[in-house]
């Protein structure tokens, strides 16, 4: 036989536990605390984003080297802000990799 319950059609469904802010679980917030709460959490992402990429700057160069290697090829650079342009393409690709969140926190 099986474990699960079968529902008395005749009893009325039993109610799920209250929920309450002290828990963390149906916190009640309006729009505007909303908006609030994602322009908070976006500030905190930019300002992290931009601590990243000043430390990727630092390991641009050597992030570029790897990334050429395996084709055994040199760049063509075209313009004259193309070497200047890739640089920094790389750190903030390397700085928005850092920064995307693995897991879900609370700031």
Excluded: K, W
Excluded at 47 to 74: D, K, M, Q, R, S
Excluded at 76 to 105: C, E, G, K, N, Q
């Amino acid at each position: 036989m099986s474990n699960q319950r079968i529902a008395d059609p005749g009893r009325a469904p039993e109610p799920h536990p209250p929920l309450n802010a002290q828990d963390g679980f149906g916190a009640q917030m309006g729009f505007f605390e909303h908006l609030d709460e994602l322009r908070m959490r976006l500030i905190r992402v930019l300002l992290v984003l931009i601590v990243a990429l000043v430390a990727a700057t630092a390991f641009a160069e050597p992030l570029l080297n790897y990334l050429i290697t395996p084709c055994g090829c040199e760049l063509v650079l075209l313009r004259p802000t193309d070497s200047v342009v890739m640089y920094f393409r790389v750190a903030l690709m390397a700085a928005a990799i850092v920064t995307v969140p693995t897991r879900p926190t609370s700031f």
